[in-house]
């Protein structure tokens, strides 16, 4: 699916944020039109056209656009000076996010979107403060991402509190890797925001400490995690644990789910996750890559010690044709719509409305039993 498109920019010398209309909407800032003959445009901050440029020219627009068949009325785009047009939300999906920062503390091995160091939290802030505004008051679910979201410091809580009193209503769920919270001021602020429609997801890969260490890159990150997630737990904050099903990460998995039993009862989420062939992956796929048919017994024993203790399980990212029945129940169909695909066996499945299908950079490294049921 597309979420970015390029023309040739006219007039725009910082981003404009707004919501698109093909209709002529009063509350949208942004008008698609290839029409420059009535004035109506001139309600909106911007124009986006298929044609080449033939408004007046201090009609701020972005340019002989190949096309918008990726844009629904209401969606949010930031149209850039250098003619990108990049789509910040859409009205019809479920899987939004806001990616506050990319810069990240950590290195993890299978990191899907590597961090890059570049201070990039000031200009996204600026981004996002003016997108959660004009994200409409029924957005069922929002995400927040990196990069690690913390590193924006202030802007972290500020951005926070705005989607908090935009967005009520809003289930949003945060993926850090909890480290920042080893400081108790940082998790005593987000305490006291009372926020109870959020979830933290951060990831812990070992019972064991130096083998977390090893897998996220980063010396005493551990000890740090472990630190953060008991001092969210303190302030009442809910927390998901999440855990990416690797070479590095199987042979302690069942030992993983004990100390998660045992240490960090109080988390209301654990997460089982498939690898995503992106980013740092495919570079360290030796060290990483693992059958999902061939894990398939622990998998099941993790995740079946878990349910029985009482917990929340879930299974992302699997393909029910390569996991064990009797832990179906527990698989989610959780991959983004933009980047989910289905394998040509996938065709003859009587399971595909039930199954969570691929990445489509999956496709690449899939497991050798894939097989229509
Ligand atoms: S064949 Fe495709 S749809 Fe069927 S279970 Fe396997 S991966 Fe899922």
């Not at 503390?105 to 899907?112: D, G, P, Q, V, W």
């Not at 920042?180 to 400490?209: H, K, T, V």
């Not at 996220?216 to 927390?239: H, M, S």
Request: aromatic share 10%; hydrophobic share 35%.
């Amino acid at each position: 699916m597309l979420l970015k498109t390029k023309g040739i920019a006219h007039g725009i010398d910082a981003p404009v944020v707004g919501r698109v209309t093909y209709t002529g909407a009063e509350n949208a800032e942004i008008l698609i039109s290839n029409d420059s003959t009535p004035d109506i445009f001139r309600r909106y901050r911007a124009v986006l056209s298929t044609q080449p440029k033939a408004f007046p020219d201090d009609m701020p627009g972005v340019f002989s656009i190949p096309g918008f068949e990726h844009l629904g009325e209401g969606d949010i785009v930031v149209a850039h000076s250098d003619g990108v047009v990049n789509t910040a939300y859409r009205v019809n999906s479920n899987h939004n996010f806001l990616l506050f920062t990319e810069r990240c503390n950590s290195n993890c091995l299978m990191c899907s979107q590597p961090p890059r160091d570049k201070d990039d939290t000031d200009y996204l802030y600026h981004l996002h403060s003016q997108t959660i505004p004009l994200i409409p008051k029924d957005c069922v679910e929002l995400g927040i991402t990196g990069g690690e979201p913390t590193l924006s410091g202030d802007r972290f809580f500020k951005l926070l509190g705005q989607v908090q009193q935009h967005l009520p209503e809003t289930e949003v769920h945060c993926l850090t890797n909890g480290r920042s919270f080893a400081w108790p001021e940082m998790a005593g602020r987000m305490g006291d925001m009372n926020y109870s429609r959020l979830m933290f997801g951060i990831p812990l890969y070992s019972d064991y400490p130096h083998q977390h260490d090893y897998i996220v890159q980063a010396e005493q990150a551990f000890n740090q995690t472990i630190k953060g997630l008991y001092n969210l737990a303190k302030r009442n904050v809910r927390i998901e644990l999440r855990i990416v099903l690797h070479q590095q990460t199987i042979p302690r998995l069942v030992k993983l789910a004990k100390f998660i039993y045992r240490n960090l009862p109080f988390a209301e989420h654990v997460t089982f996750m498939g690898l995503e062939h992106q980013g740092y992956t495919p570079f360290n796929i030796n060290k990483l890559w693992i059958d999902p048919v061939d894990y398939a017994p622990v998998l099941s024993e993790a995740v079946t010690y878990l349910a029985d203790m009482g917990m929340n399980v879930s299974v992302y990212n699997s393909q029910l044709c390569v996991t064990p029945p009797e832990i179906w129940d527990y698989t989610r169909k959780s991959i983004s719509d933009w980047k989910n695909v289905y394998h040509e066996a996938c065709k003859s499945c009587s399971m595909t409305d039930r199954c969570g299908g691929f990445f489509a950079s999956g496709m690449a490294r899939h497991s050798k039993a894939i097989h229509a049921i």
